[in-house]
Structure formats: C-alpha cells, structure tokens
C-alpha cells in the first residue's frame, strides 16, 4: 500500500502556493534482475512552504534517496519531482545545475566550508560564484538570526564545529533559496551544539519563512520539525504533526523492525528512555 501524503495546513495565496516541493509516484530502484533494490516505492508526498519538515525511518528505509530526488541531486527511476511548480524530473543537466544552485540550498553533515575563507566570504561564496551581488539587510539578518555577528573574520579552524555548521546554515540561508534540504545536518555536532545549529534552522522558519527539509535519526533533531514523515521499505508509511522527542521515538519503536505496532513498549518491552538521542538502544 502506498501511502498518498499531503499537505494539512491551510493555502497561503492558493493551491500549490504552499507546497514548495512535491513527489509524484515516485520510483527509484538500483541495479537489476536479481540484485534490483527499491529505494522508493510509488512515494507521494508534498512538503509545504514556510515549515519544518523531517524525514526519519530505520537505516536503508530511503531517507537520503528520498532527499537526494526531491533536491534534484539524483534522477529517478519513474515518477515526479517538483520544486514549486517546475517539474525537475526531464530537466536536462545544465538546466537542473542551474536551479539547483538558484533555487536550493544544502546543509550537510560535513560542514564542507573552504578552510582559506573567513566565515562571510564562505557565507557568501555561492552567490559570488553565481554572480550574484548579496542583499545586504538580508544577509546581516541571516548573520544575526544565526548567531554569527562578531565571527564573520574567523576562518573554519578559528570556530568549533557548532559555529561552523552555523556558517553553513547562514551560507544556505543567504541566497534566499526556495527551500533547504539538510542530511544529518547535525550528525557530526555534540548535543548542545546540535541544540543551537537546530534552534537555528527553527528560527529561520519561524522568522525568516524558510523551508527546511531534513534527514535525521534523532528524535530530538525531528522534535524541531513541524512534520515528521517516517519512511519503511521505501514508503511514506506514517506522519507526525508537532512532534516531541519522546513521541517521535515512541512512534520509531512502533515502525521499527520487531515493533508490534501498538506501543512503544512493545518493542522488546523498551521504553524511550531505553534509547539515547540518536535512537539507539542504551
Ligand atoms: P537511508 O538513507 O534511509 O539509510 P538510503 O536511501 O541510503 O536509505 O538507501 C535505501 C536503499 O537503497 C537501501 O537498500 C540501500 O542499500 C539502497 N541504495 C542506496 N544507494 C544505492 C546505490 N548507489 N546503489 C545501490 N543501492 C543503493
């Protein structure tokens, strides 16, 4: 069964307005004959504009799949692909480069910051790179909503990792992309670092009408989102509004393999505080 889901929350102007990406039916599988893997199976989802959305399910469920096609980074095997209303499943590579670098950012696990430039030139070496001149007010807030003011001379190796996945959130940020995809953006942070780089993701919705997309296995990391999706077997297979820590994992125990389907404890009789923030059992 495929689960078709969409979005609850009320149209801003109309329609599509509000969703920033789509999914159609989408397919991707690897290899073939034998060894063919389905990543995705039919996945229909729309993620809506100006929120926080995440993406959980146990390892090899088709999270970073599922980002990979929605972002563009990777073709499918049959299905839809939308970013706002342009269809990116057909576009030839030039043209999919092109939006992707004009109308997408990233944030990923490495923080992937040019160890030569200072935190703003790495904030705003994209647009450099595209020839776009920054907006100066919307950078300086990007800066301060980030917390960056007073560091943006520090090169990467003057700034612990917290501070550098701040610059890679405001180097997302500052080019006003239409919607941001993050892999494990705070897979490589302590907790309280984590803590203040997803704060931050939090507030660039909240304050600057961002749209985030994240891949995560962390109940906390998905406490901040306003929607989790929780993908099994290449399928959107449940959802969540408004999470909490400790319901997200609840509903992970649910989904996960041995998992009987009616409560958390009845995954092996454990109970959340069973597991440590990365959902592993402790
Ligand atoms: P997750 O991010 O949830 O861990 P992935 O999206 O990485 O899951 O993978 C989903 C499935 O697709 C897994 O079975 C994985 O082994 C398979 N897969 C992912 N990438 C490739 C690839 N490049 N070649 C073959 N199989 C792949």
């Known amino acids: 069964m495929t689960t078709a889901v969409t979005n609850p929350w009320p149209a ?9 990406a789509r999914a159609r039916q989408v397919v991707k599988a690897y290899g073939s004959g034998e060894t063919r893997v389905v990543a995705l199976d039919r996945v229909d989802v729309d993620i809506a504009r100006g929120r926080f959305t995440a993406i959980m399910g146990p390892s090899g469920s088709g999270k970073s799949t599922l980002m990979h096609c929605l972002a563009g980074l990777d073709t499918v095997s049959s299905g839809q ?10 576009l030839k590579d030039k043209k999919l480069t092109r939006l992707r670098r004009d109308r997408i950012g990233f944030i990923f696990q490495a923080f992937n910051l040019l160890p030569t430039l200072n935190a703003l030139e790495n904030i705003t070496l994209p ?5 776009r001149r920054p907006d ?12 960056l003011a007073g560091r943006l001379k520090h090169r990467p190796s003057q700034l612990s990792g917290g501070q550098q996945q701040r610059v890679a959130v405001a180097r997302a940020l500052a080019a006003r ?7 494990e953006p705070t897979g490589n942070l302590d907790s309280r670092a984590g803590a203040e780089v ?23 990391a ?15 297979v449940d959802e969540m509004y408004s999470p909490t820590a400790d319901l997200v994992l609840e509903r992970m125990l649910r989904l996960a393999p041995g998992g009987t389907g009616t409560s958390a404890a009845d995954a092996a009789g454990r109970t959340p505080a069973d597991f440590d923030a990365r959902g592993r059992v402790s």
Do not use: C, K
Not at 81 to 90: K, P, Q, V
Not at 136 to 147: M, P
Not at 177 to 183: A, K, L
């Open 136 to 147: 100066r007010a919307w950078l300086d807030r990007v800066v301060e909503t980030v917390g």
């Open 198 to 220: 997803l704060g931050f993701l939090r507030r660039s919705v909240d304050e600057l009408g961002q749209t985030i997309v994240m891949v995560t296995h962390d109940p906390v």
């Open 127 to 131: 647009m450099d790179i595209a020839g």
């Open 222 to 236: 998905a406490s901040y989102a306003d929607r989790v999706l929780y993908l099994a077997d290449g399928r959107i």
């Open 12 to 20: 801003g102007n109309a329609g599509h307005a509000a969703v920033a």
């Open 177 to 183: 992309p239409e919607i941001i995809f993050g892999d």
């Open 81 to 90: 692909i939308f970013i706002n209303d342009t269809e990116i499943t057909g």
